[in-house]
């Protein structure tokens, strides 16, 4: 089992509809979760970072994390074809507080 | 706030030479940063844990010197790839720790004719 799991997709979405994105992870003991959006050609740039349970809203996009399920989902609402990207989960595996495993990446398309 | 920067964005060496790649912090203070490298259509691999002072944590399977890192001052981390080989050709990505997360520098593009 990978220690952290996307989807890789592709995924498409027609452009105003809520894009829904999904990552599993190993480690129990992980406390924080990021979600980084990285176009072609281009570095990961951070989107959304998330500690607690719950969901966490930051303009039109949602993070979710379930620790009993180790899941954490990014919700894109209203997608616009600018969100067009891959997007990484990450979360720091095996102890270390500071690095972070990374999925291999969902492909999402909006389209226009 | 939180941007890193890299230089160059993109190099093109012949094989047997070295490549150094400068990584930099420009409005906070790292002491830790990450290096990447990314091939085409694959995720980021972890290189190698930069630290302030210290002497640099490799993954497993880096070649330590092969890819020599120097993190002297809280802004600035090198990435000497060594007597690169095309198989070296890769982007590389630096990120630099503030607070709980990592923040990306643009990447820098290496080919080894």
């Known amino acids: 089992q990978k220690e952290v799991e996307q989807n890789s997709g592709p995924l498409s979405v027609p452009e105003g509809a809520i894009a829904s994105l999904n990552c599993t992870y190993s480690?129990?003991?992980?406390?924080?979760f990021f979600w980084y959006r990285q176009y072609s050609g281009k570095s990961p740039e951070l989107i959304m970072s998330?500690?607690?349970?719950g969901d966490k809203e930051d303009g039109r996009f949602t993070a979710q994390l379930n620790k009993a399920s180790q899941y954490v989902s990014l919700l894109i609402r209203d997608s616009q074809p600018s969100d067009s990207a891959t997007y990484l989960c990450?979360?720091?595996?095996?102890?270390?507080?500071?690095?972070?495993?990374f999925g291999s990446g969902t492909q999402l398309t909006v389209l226009p | 706030g939180a941007v890193v920067s890299q230089h160059p964005s993109w190099v093109i060496c012949k094989s047997g030479t070295s490549v150094k790649i400068e990584c930099r912090s420009l409005?906070?203070?790292?002491?830790?940063m990450f290096w990447y490298r990314q091939f085409p259509k694959q995720s980021l691999m972890l290189m190698a844990t930069?630290?302030?002072?210290?002497?640099?944590?490799?993954e497993q399977g880096v070649e330590k010197d092969k890819f020599l890192i120097n993190h002297a001052s809280l802004t600035l981390s090198t990435l000497t790839v060594t007597s690169a080989h095309p198989e070296d050709s890769s982007f590389y990505i630096c990120?630099?720790?503030?607070?709980?997360?990592?923040?990306f520098g643009p990447g820098t593009r290496l080919t080894v004719l």
């Open positions: 990120s630099a720790q503030r607070g709980e997360g990592q923040f």
């Open positions: 480690d129990r003991v992980s406390q924080s």
């Open positions: 998330i500690y607690s349970n």
């Open positions: 990450a979360a720091p595996i095996g102890g270390s507080a500071r690095q972070l495993t």
């Open positions: 409005d906070f203070q790292a002491t830790t």
């Open positions: 930069s630290n302030e002072g210290s002497k640099a944590t490799y």
